[in-house]
């Protein structure tokens, strides 16, 4: 609950401060179509994306009910993704910024990436490798699941990061 | 626009990281007050008012009605625009319709973010819908990390490039009273101290976090040339909204989808006959949030050609004695409260067209400007401001 | 905090749930300040004066709703007033600043023009009525932080013994 809490100052008036907080707690629906991607990869490991059935585009990340492009319905035509691909650009966060997911300063390890995956598909996520001097754009891919089927059920989270292959 | 509708009064204050000797209410209430007075009215005179924040990055609900009292506003009609960072030039376009329709004479737009209250890159990071992007967004930061990425691949800019848009953001901040960071930054050395955020955004690549209000009174025709003695006209705005690209919103990696800005443009410079910018328009204060878009933008807007953007900074084409002058003002970079930031790109360039800029007035006398702002997912808003009609 | 997602029975539709936890600072500003320092301090309640409508603000504030003029007058108001309302809250919820049942009121002091909402505490609420004088009870110096709840609650003037 709230506090006064003065700031003193060296010199000058004394103002007032009050902290507060109080985290926002939400409940937020998958809906249909993410309810698919989410059903997919927990069930049988599979990220699946709809395709349009105008402009036969897939759109992964978000689905959409309707395709961005035409403005159509996107129907229920599901494509099954390769979940391999190269790195198209990644960058990784430096300096601890708040996260209002997790209610505090953090920096993920992680570098976040746009990933071509072989179908020619852009996916975002995250990659394993955290020595971003490893890293270079053009490198390949894998996705790596989370094996314990009672910890999936997050979605894209049940891939926890792309994995770098030698090949 | 129907009726025509014109500029008779601007406010600000002097925007900082904190302000502990007023709450909320009281700061925005200096920027009504400060308005009032440059237009020369009195409160009883405003019919109704146009809020612009976005309340989120306060961490508050709805701080509009606790400020009611400070910003003269009780009893009067009103609403609020919370469009992530085009709010407050939507709520100047909101305004200008009410006016243009003949429903208020004048309405004031009250634009503000007291950002000492909370966090925006927290507010913008609980923004990404948490089922899709979780973990992926970090504030606005990470989006315009990829969008220099490609920028970088796309047109062959270097940090050196990067480096001078900040350089200039700071010079132009220093001439301007009302910006909130002026650094005194002496050249490249100090910018590549600056520690990076996310690769490779560095702290002095992006915009602040910063505490004002800013706010401007619009009136009729038939009132703003009793009221002011330059009235400055809002001659025609544009606002393009669009989808999260499939892989980033601000720096397309196929290059082949169409962005905002280029629709706002084009449909803007096409009904009022603008075929070459740079000759028709004298002064542009665009919303750069960090120095890897301002150059990205003078392409979208056509001050240059494509992939050319960095090459405008490098000639100086864009500074306060330019031949084409960008963000006189300091532009976001230099200050930022968010709510208020597009409302301070439409004043600065009213500003700059009556010649009341002061220090940081252009040399090329301004008799057409474009102001313009950005939100996530990249929307686009563009106004047209004439000195005369 | 456990990032939870449940799936819909019967349906491939999940619930994530999930928080939004953004820190939230207010600034009293300089009038609010010294409203609130002058209760730790001093134990005394401020109001600022409108001297266009001849009105007391309480608690302080900055400018007159009425007129919008800028309030600078500051005026001492009495520690006792009158009950103008009140209620009881006896569902419970995080924000509240102690624990229910809670006797809310709102009270117009002795010199004041506006009504301070507060709690009324050492009093059985089926004995308040609207109208009868209140007096503020103030929590020891060193408890008081520069709040609000510097004072402890409004009690009951006993009719016998008002002091």
Known sequence: MSEGSPTKKAEGPEYIRIEFDLPRRYNWSTGRYLGKVYAEAKENKKMVAPRCPKCKQLWARPPSPVCPKCKVDMGWDWVELPLTGTIFQYTYQVYPLWDPHEGERWSNPHPPAIILLDNGIYFRHLLEETDTKKLKEGMRVQAVWEEDYEKRGQGFQDILYFRTIEE | MAGRVAIVGVGQTHHTSRRDDVNLPEMVGEAVRAALADAQLSIKDIEAFIFSNMEAFEGIILPDHGMIAEVGAIGKPGLKVTGGGTTGSEAVGEACHLVSAGLYDITMVVGWQKHDCGDATAGISAAAVPTAAKGMVVGAVSEFAKQALSYIRQSGAREEHAAMVRLKADRCACRNPYAHLKLGLKGLEDYLKSPYLVWPIRLLDFCPQSCGACVVVLASEERAKKIHKKPVWVVDFEVAHQEPFSAGSFGDPTGTETYSQDVAAERLYKRNGITDVRKQVDLAEIYEPSTWEEMSLYEHFHFCEKNEGWKLIEKGVTEIEGEFPVNPSGGVIASNPIGATPVIRIAEAALQIRGDAGEHQVTRDVKTAIATALGGPNWTAMFLLKRSL | ?163
């Open chain 3, 1 to 163: 905090m456990a990032k939870v997602t449940e799936k819909l029975e019967g349906m491939d539709v999940w619930v994530y749930h999930g928080q939004i936890y953004i820190p939230n600072t207010y600034s009293a500003g300089a009038v609010g300040s010294r409203f609130l320092i002058e209760l730790r301090d001093n134990k005394k309640i401020m109001g600022t004066r409108c001297p266009t409508c001849n009105r007391v603000y309480v608690p302080a504030r900055s400018v007159c709703k009425d007129c919008f003029g800028e309030l600078s007058e500051w005026v001492e108001v009495s520690q006792k007033g009158t009950l103008l309302t009140y209620t009881v809250a006896y569902q419970s919820n995080p924000i509240q600043p102690v624990s229910t049942p809670i006797v809310y009121g709102i009270v117009q002091l002795d010199g004041a023009d506006t009504g301070l909402v507060h709690m009324l505490g050492e009093v059985d609420p089926a004995q308040l009525k609207v109208g009868m004088k209140v007096r503020a009870v103030f929590k020891a110096k060193k408890e008081r932080v520069a709040s609000v709840l510097d004072i402890k609650y409004f009690k009951p003037l006993d009719q016998n013994n008002p002091r």
